[in-house]
Structures are given as C-alpha cells and as structure tokens.
C-alpha cells in the first residue's frame, strides 16, 4: 500500500535546497574580564586573618619554647603593620592600575562589539533571501544542465483539447481531467507544461512518457507529473518504480498523484505542485496563488 502524492527528490537538490552561502569566518575573541576585584585602602578580612593565624601560631610555638613564642609574636605583629602600612601608602597606584586594565577591558569590548555588530551586519546581507535564492539558483543551475532538452513534447498550451470546449464530467475521461488540470497550474508557472514527452530508459527497455512534464527553461529544471491508478498490476509498479529510479538518478523530479486525487482534487493538486516549487526554492510565487486552496488529503491504495 502506498501513499499518494509521492515526491522523489535526487539527494543532490534536497541538499542545494537547503544550503547557503558560505558566512565568513568571525574569529575574534570576546575580551575576557579583570580577574582581580577593586583594591581597597586596606584588607582588612586579609589583615583579620593574619592577625588570628600569628596567635594560633604563637601559642603553639609558646608551649614549646616561651621565648620563641614572644619573639615570633614580636615579628609577626610588626610585619601585619608593615603590611597593613604598605597597602595603604600603595592604595592610589593600585586603585589607578586597576582603573587603566579596566578602562583597556571596556575598550576592547567596545571594539569587540563593534566588530560583531559589523559581522551580523555582512551576514544579515550575505543570507537575505534573495541572495539565499540567488546562490541556491546558480548551483540548480550547474546541477540541472546535464539534462538534455526536451524532444517531441508539445507544450500544453499548444496541444489540442481532448474534449473540446467541454469540461469532461465523465471520471473516466482521465486524460481530460490532466489536461485541465496543466491548463490551471500552467497559468501560474514560468516554466512549460508539456504533454507526450518520451525518454528512453535503457535499464529496462522502456520509453517513459509522464502524464505531465514541467521544464523551467531558465534552471532546465525537470519535473514529472505522474498518475497512479488502481489497476495498475505489480508488474506495471514495478517497472514505474525502475523507471522512477533511474530518472531521479538523471536528475529529475517526479511528483505522483493518484487518479482519484487528479479526478476530485486538481485544485488541490496544483497547491502541491506549488508547495514543492516553494519548499525547494525553486519559486516561492506560485504558492502565493492557492492560499484559499485547502491542502491536498493524502490517500493510500
């Protein structure tokens, strides 16, 4: 059982349709912060816990030897008041010292700031969507142009109405309904419908010809429009499956709606086709005509 529609991409498309231009590289690094906090005229938890240490000291060296006790406590004191004596006389210079990095920090990050901002700034122009489709356009371009140019197809507009200047009414009468159905989505597309292109596919011994062929002649892109039916057998499937394979390979896109879907759902049909012009950046405008439309229902069989 299978679900209709059914859309086969070459990989190389999904991965074009997804890409960008490549950003340049931002290689500066962000400015790291003063790791010293601002000096104070005296530290006084610092000179706190001199002052405890040298008596616990003290009072051990005093169990030991009373003499060396007093000595030590002696010296101790005198060098917390050196200490406490030199921070204060060097508090100016410190304080300015750590003023200058300070000041050197905010100026490096203001040129970092800068520099990022000019960076987003090229990257927000680099990645606009019309540079995005550009660049994604030259590279559809590159991929497309092995494909050979359509032969023996009429192009829809040019091709006779089955049915006339009647709208078939009859679900039997398929090949009016595709037709219709090209007639209403080729009015919205820059590229061609074509109806009775044959392509030889050589690994089974078979002439491909799609319900429908959809060539933009500014990408050479190619998409089939095809039709599943009901009756088709398992031998049928699978040469359709073989031929489907190969033609994706060759680069081509197939999209493939059921009979029933082209029968009771052409509008439907057509935002399909749109939608996958959309999602793979090949035209964006033509999506913008089905937004009454309802979307497709998908169907198995």
């Known amino acids: 059982m299978r679900q209709f529609p059914v859309i086969l991409i ?11 231009p490549v950003a340049p590289d931002f ?3 962000l400015p790291s912060v003063p790791s010293y906090r601002q000096p104070k005229p005296i530290h006084i938890q610092e000179a706190l816990f001199l002052t405890i240490g040298l008596v616990i000291v003290v009072a051990l060296v005093t169990l030991i030897a009373k003499e060396l006790g007093i000595i030590l406590l ?29 000041q050197r920090y905010l100026a490096k990050l203001e040129a970092y700031s800068h520099d990022e901002i000019k ?32 032969e023996n197809a009429i192009a829809l507009r040019e091709a006779s109405n089955p049915f006339g200047n009647a709208k078939p009414s009859d679900a039997e009468a398929i090949e009016g309904v595709i037709y219709y159905f090209g007639i ?5 597309l820059s590229g061609t419908l074509y109806q009775g292109l044959k392509l030889y596919i050589p690994s089974i011994d078979y002439d491909w010809s799609p319900a429908l062929a959809y060539i933009d002649p500014e990408l050479n892109l190619h998409i089939a429009i ?25 680069g081509w896109i ?9 029968l009771r759902n052409s509008a439907e049909c057509c935002k399909e086709f749109a939608k996958l012009l959309d999602r793979l950046s090949f035209d964006s405008t033509v999506l913008e005509n089905f937004a009454d439309t309802p979307d497709l229902a998908p169907i198995k069989y």
């Open 10 to 20: 070459p990989p190389e498309v999904q991965r074009i349709a997804q890409s960008r």
């Open 74 to 102: 002696i010296v101790g004191t005198i060098s917390i008041i050196f200490r406490i004596r030199y921070q204060f006389q060097s508090y100016k210079r410190r304080y300015k010292k750590h003023q200058d990095t300070f």
């Open 119 to 150: 960076y987003q700034r090229e990257l927000a122009i680099l990645h606009a969507p019309e540079r995005i489709q550009a660049f994604r356009h030259e590279q559809f371009k590159s991929f497309f142009e092995k494909l050979p140019p359509a």
């Open 27 to 29: 290689n500066i690094e």
């Open 184 to 188: 209403t989505l080729q009015q919205y």
């Open 226 to 250: 095809e039709i599943s039916f009901p009756s088709d057998n398992a031998a049928i499937i699978m040469r359709n499956d073989l031929a489907e394979r190969y033609l994706v390979d060759s």
């Open 254 to 262: 197939i999209i493939k709606f059921s009979q029933e879907q082209i």
